[in-house]
């Protein structure tokens, strides 16, 4: 398989349901922004050597595929199909599970504090920062996703947000609080 297919050279690209749509609709915008935070979790990875940490953020970057997948898949083919292709409500639960653990031993939060700390932790922050603007993309699609989605997304992006204290404190990093 070629990496290149010429099919995307007028400005289109495929959506999972065979429709072809114009790379800057609304839809591929949105799984293009989940694409971008999925990368940087990969960067995170690759900053980081936390193994527990590790772990966590290559089973988000599975699920985001899998977001990214039913993002791409407006008549919702895919996902009957491959079950590995759906977020669901137990990735939501999931994620809850992992906020409750590693927020349980930092410091209580009193202020707002700035982006920092470690580059792993810097990531996490510009991470969670995408994972907004992902958020931003999906709530605004026409007809809505599934809602199962914009939970997920929400969630993580507080999840990101307390890896990146966890990350930071486990180093001996100081916050800096606003």
Not at 73 to 92: H, I, S
Request: with cysteine; aromatic share 6%.
């Amino acid at each position: 398989m070629k990496i290149y297919t010429r099919t995307g050279d007028t400005g289109e690209t495929s959506l999972f349901d065979g429709t072809r749509a114009r790379k800057d609709d609304p839809r591929v915008d949105a799984y293009g922004e989940v694409d971008e935070l999925n990368a940087w979790l990969g960067f995170v990875r690759a900053s980081s050597s936390d193994a527990a940490i590790d772990g966590e953020l290559a089973a988000i970057q599975r699920d985001l595929f899998a977001l990214g997948a039913q993002l791409a898949d407006p008549a919702d083919r895919l996902a009957a199909r491959v079950t590995k292709a759906v977020v669901g409500d137990d990735d939501v639960a999931r994620l809850e599970r992992a906020i409750d653990r590693l927020d349980a031993p930092l410091p209580p939060l009193r202020r707002f504090i700035l982006a920092g700390g470690t580059p792993a932790g810097a990531a996490l922050h510009v991470a969670r920062t995408v994972c907004r603007r992902a958020e931003r993309r999906i709530v605004s699609l026409d007809p809505p996703v599934d809602p199962v989605l914009v939970r997920y997304i929400n969630r993580l992006s507080d999840l990101l947000f307390v890896l990146a204290r966890a990350v930071n404190h486990r180093s001996g990093s100081t916050e800096t609080e606003w």
